[in-house]
């Protein structure tokens, strides 16, 4: 997807938010994720996951929750830089995306299979290892990749393995 849409959505000289650049594809051990708590015209949880050097980006309508009954309308939206993952503070009224962004969460994830393929599949499975949000979670695309709803995901918590289950 590339950087082009965020950069473009954006006033650097007006914002506080990092311009960025593609950095290169880091080792998928430590493949980071960031939720920013975002108090835009509507609350919403960003949820971002570091990928192909970028951060993969879901906008979670609600704040996500270890329930594995739930599921959370996730939107899928434009690629942020990496340098995002680090980035809380005002953004200024009248730009994109106005209003405060804290760091809600961050840590590494873990994809379960390789991420760019199973991202245009549709259905990611993955392990978050954060403050909050920890053990096996999903994002499946509601449409096919093809159809109006394609930016639509959700984000659901699967049962965690044997491993996990001491909590
Ligand atoms: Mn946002």
Avoid: C
Avoid at 45 to 62: F, H, P, Q
Avoid at 97 to 107: I, S
Wanted: aromatic fraction near 8%; hydrophobic fraction near 35%; avoid cysteine.
């Amino acid at each position: 997807m590339g950087l082009q849409r965020y950069q473009a959505k954006r006033h650097f000289d007006r914002t506080p938010e990092p311009r960025g650049g593609i950095a290169p594809s880091r080792s998928a051990a430590r493949l980071r994720f960031v939720v920013q708590k975002h108090a835009a015209s509507t609350l919403h949880y960003d949820l971002r996951l570091e990928m192909d050097g970028a951060l993969k980006s879901w906008s979670v309508t609600k704040e996500p929750i270890d329930d594995r009954a739930v599921k959370r309308l996730a939107v899928r939206t434009e690629d942020h830089p990496l340098e995002y993952a680090d980035f809380e503070g005002d953004i200024p009224e009248r730009e994109y995306g106005a209003g405060h962004v804290d760091l809600w969460d961050h840590g590494v994830w873990i994809p379960q299979e390789a991420p760019l393929t199973s991202l245009r599949r549709g259905k990611l499975e993955f392990e978050l290892k954060g403050r909050r949000l920890r053990g096996r979670w999903a994002l499946v695309r509601m449409g096919n990749a093809s159809t109006r709803k394609k930016h639509l995901w959700l984000l659901t918590k699967l049962a965690d393995g044997d491993g996990d289950a001491r909590r």
